[in-house]
């Protein structure tokens, strides 16, 4: 399936979940700073796993900077 990751088109088997989609942009369950949302809904890091994407879905990943 086809799904947007940070705004890049990705292919992802059928079934991914949103850390299948956080894993692809090179992020580690363990990092800490880390957020994902799916179509702009925040997805708890204790669900990553569990939370399947759909076809089109739009996945960011962001990580937070420390700086001013």
Not at 41 to 60: F, I, K, Q, S, Y
């Amino acid at each position: 399936m086809t799904v947007l990751v940070n705004g890049r088109e990705r292919d992802l088997p059928a079934g991914a979940t949103v850390a299948d989609a956080v894993r692809l942009v090179g992020v580690e369950r363990q990092e800490v700073g880390v957020a994902a949302a799916v179509d702009g809904d925040v997805v708890p890091r204790d669900a990553w796993g569990r939370t399947p994407l759909h076809e089109g879905a739009a996945v960011e990943v962001v990580r937070a900077a420390a700086g001013g």
